[in-house]
T-cell receptor
Framework: SQTIHQWPATLVQPVGSPLSLECTVE??????LYWYRQAAGRGLQLLFY??????ISSEVPQNLSASRPQDRQFILSSKKLLLSDSGFYLC????????????FGEGSRLTVL | AQTVTQSQPEMSVQEAETVTLSCTYD???????LFWYKQPPSRQMILVIR??????QNATENRFSVNFQKAAKSFSLKISDSQLGDAAMYFC????????FGDGTTLTVKP
């Protein structure tokens, strides 16, 4: 069965520190992967998506970057965090054959102080 | 640009009763998909129901059903026989991987 793992689940970081959030998918190959951010009490904002190794598309200019070093690994990074980077980050995989259904990881909550 | 609007930030329902969550959207596409996702307090987002725009028949999944009005660009979710486990934030979404999400409706279920 397909699963998607995110870590760390919770992270508290000072302003100006680096960030690395990791997402790994199991049970599928060549998935389309997505990073979304959810601000408190709000909907999801698409940050990045990737259709394959090394292929990253950015949807929103920001202090973040993404990489896809392996087929089933998607990483969200920052060199210097801002207060506005706080939020709940969700990795998602596009389920094939289901017309656009997203399968989400459990999320990573980032608090920047 | 696509937009999704959920006009009810919070809703409450008595256990075993029926509740309807509203969603309106805007898109220039003629063929598209609409989704309702549920985000329980444990936070993992899961799909509740999907609707294909070219299908006139409203989708149904057990106690969950939608009222899809394509001309009005409306896509409401009806939860029948509400259960305590239905308490969550519900998101309406338009599209596929690059989905556009509404801001969500927090549903409280009262015992």
């Amino acid at each position: 069965s397909q699963t998607i793992h995110q870590w760390p689940a919770t992270l508290v970081q000072p302003v100006g520190s680096p960030l690395s959030l990791e997402c790994t998918v199991e049970g599928t190959s060549n998935p389309n992967l997505y990073w979304y951010r959810q601000a408190a009490g709000r909907g999801l904002q698409l940050l990045f998506y990737s259709v394959g190794i090394g292929q990253i598309s950015s949807e929103v200019p920001q202090n973040l970057s993404a990489s896809r070093p392996q087929d089933r690994q998607f990483i969200l990074s920052s060199k210097k965090l801002l207060l506005s980077d706080s939020g709940f980050y969700l990795c998602a995989w596009l389920v094939r054959g289901y017309s656009g259904e997203l399968f989400f990881g459990e999320g990573s909550r980032l608090t920047v102080l | 640009a696509q937009t999704v609007t959920q006009s009810q930030p919070e809703m409450s329902v008595q256990e075993a009763e029926t509740v309807t969550l509203s969603c309106t959207y805007d898109t220039s596409e003629s063929d598209y998909y609409l989704f309702w996702y549920k985000q329980p307090p444990s936070r993992q987002m899961i799909l509740v129901i999907r609707q294909e725009a070219y299908k006139q028949q409203n989708a149904t999944e057990n106690r969950f059903s939608v009222n899809f009005q394509k001309a009005a660009k409306s896509f409401s979710l009806k939860i029948s026989d509400s259960q305590l486990g239905d308490a969550a934030m519900y998101f309406c979404a338009l599209g596929g991987g690059k989905s556009t999400f509404g801001d969500g409706t927090t549903l409280t279920v009262k015992p």
